[in-house]
């Protein structure tokens, strides 16, 4: 008996002191709720809120539902959800955009961007000053003076890229995105790392399968919210998969770092046998050791700090994931796209004809600025296709027209709704370049246009990612002509770190000249 009422006792202390605890959060959140409650959003239920919005929703079709919720409740430019605890406003007009992309305490990423730091722990997926910190180690990659020197290295990769594909891709349906992505692996590994990795020689390597599916997975937890307790998401069998695919892209990154630490040392022992100083563990920037102006300065930051090993491998990830996927993605849409829109790769072709004829040389920083076709191909393909969200948390309360959007709010800007917004695109679900003519930029707001984001967290490197697509175009379509058999209207695409396209980007290569003429020499 006294120990049925020691159990009684003990049931009713937790019952008080669960409510009591859930009475101070109510009372926290208080006003934040009394705000939010005046944002246009979907009814609200009882103790779920928006829960089952995304319920039995497909990863393909997650964008679909969040823009749903922009055309039904954002016409004044911002809509309401609550994914569990978490306040989410969707922000969808350029106006919306501009007030947070230009707020320079708007620069954290809040809770729900947390999930990719498993992966990755540099400027992507950072807040703060430790976000600040690693911004100067990624800004110092993409300083003007290094770009020359980067063409070379997109050149010479894209060359090897072409042998591969006149080997392998001749006149079959091949799906173009992985020898690309090797391409722009190899790439950044070699002007951010000094690193020559070889990767398009290797037909086991595992990094795009690892970083897609991966990356899947953490888009997916965003609107699972059960998966928000880590316990839960770690046992289950999506969570075990990500740390797997973790884990190898973990390894891929410890090799291109112990490549690099291997190229210094030997640099080293080379300079004292000739009895010159020793350079330091990033190395130096003698024309023996290519430079590396990012993971030099990690190098060294890590050594001084005496960074985890673990810690250290994430934020070089971060720069090899932003180096690399956005341009293969890039690239591989704008060849799908072209093989489907013909009259546009002809004006393509024309125009890299015009400009090197049959000539073998490189593409030059002249010739990019002038590829005005290809530039504006490229531009378009990136309203189409770029990321198509990214997140901010408010610290402040932040006036948005008539509402007052409170602090602790995680705003979702949705690019790939306002880059399909007929108050800013003649066209807006079609492929049509001329969005691009001066005269059409001339009419449009500022941030209707974000294939890179913008403000103090914009893509520091969209410049290096557009040279690295212009290099990469011009020399596989001066040898090749493509052709492609998908429904522009019919495509369907799943959210990763850029809008991916469901079944891979299938296209046939088919050589424009002797096949003399299709091996690039140096």
């Not at 090897?160 to 020898?179: A, F, G, M, Y």
Request: net charge positive; glycine share 6%; charged share 25%.
């Amino acid at each position: 008996m006294n120990l049925l009422l020691l159990w009684e006792w003990l049931a009713s202390v937790s019952v008080i002191t669960l409510l009591f605890y859930y009475a101070q959060y109510k009372l926290r959140r208080q006003r934040l709720e009394k705000l939010a409650s005046k944002l246009p959003g979907p009814k609200l239920l009882p103790l779920f809120g928006n829960l089952f919005y995304f319920f039995g929703v497909t990863h393909e079709g997650f964008i679909k539902r969040i823009a749903d919720l922009g055309v039904n409740f954002g016409n004044e430019g911002l809509a309401r959800i609550w994914l569990g605890h978490q306040l989410v406003v969707g922000v969808y007009k350029a106006r919306t955009l501009e007030a947070i992309l230009s707020n320079p305490k708007v620069i954290d990423k809040g809770y729900l961007f947390s999930f990719y730091k498993p992966r990755t722990t540099g400027s992507f997926a950072t807040t703060g000053d430790v976000w600040r910190m690693h911004r100067r180690f990624t800004n110092k990659m993409f300083q003007p003076n290094y770009m020359e020197r980067y063409i070379n290295i997109f050149n010479e990769q894209s060359k090897v890229l072409i042998e591969h594909l006149s080997k392998t891709c001749i006149n079959k349906t091949v799906d173009i995105s992985r020898p690309i992505m090797h391409c722009t692996l190899d790439t950044v590994c070699r002007t951010a790392f000094g690193a020559k990795m070889d990767l398009q020689d290797n037909n086991t390597f595992t990094f795009v399968d690892d970083l897609s599916i991966s990356s899947e997975i953490i888009v997916a937890r965003m609107y699972k919210p059960w998966f928000y307790f880590e316990p839960i998401f770690k046992l289950s069998p999506e969570g075990k998969e990500m740390f797997m695919r973790v884990k190898r892209l973990h390894e891929f990154t410890k090799s291109v770092v112990d490549k690099r630490r291997e190229d210094v040392q030997k640099f080293n022992s080379k300079l004292e046998e000739n009895g010159n100083i020793k350079g330091t563990e990033g190395g130096c920037d003698n024309k023996e050791l290519e430079p590396a102006p990012y993971l030099d300065v990690m190098l060294d930051y890590a050594k001084e700090e005496k960074l985890e090993e673990e810690v250290f491998l994430r934020e070089v990830l971060d720069v090899i994931i932003g180096g690399a996927d956005t341009s293969a993605v890039g690239d591989s849409y704008v060849l799908v796209l072209l093989g489907i829109h013909k009259e546009w790769q002809e004006k393509i072709h024309k125009e890299l004809d015009d400009m090197f004829g049959d000539s073998e040389r490189d593409v030059t920083m002249s010739d990019c600025n002038q590829l005005v076709q290809m530039d504006m191909v490229i531009k378009e393909t990136l309203r189409l296709y770029t990321a198509p969200h990214s997140l901010r948390l408010l610290t402040e309360d932040v006036q948005l027209g008539k509402y007052i959007v409170p602090a602790g709010t995680t705003i979702y800007l949705a690019m790939y709704l306002l880059h399909r917004d007929p108050m800013y695109w003649e066209r807006p679900l079609d492929f049509y370049p001329e969005h691009f003519l001066p005269e059409n930029v001339a009419k449009r707001p500022k941030f209707s246009y974000l294939p890179f984001s913008h403000g103090p967290r914009g893509c520091p490197g969209s410049r290096y990612g557009v040279l690295s697509m212009k290099v990469v175009l011009a020399n596989v379509l001066r040898k090749f002509r493509v052709e492609c058999d998908l429904d522009f209207k019919k495509m369907e695409h799943k959210p990763s770190l850029m809008l991916e396209l469901v079944g891979g980007y299938p296209v046939k290569l088919i050589p424009r000249r002797s096949s003399k003429n299709v091996s690039i020499n140096n």
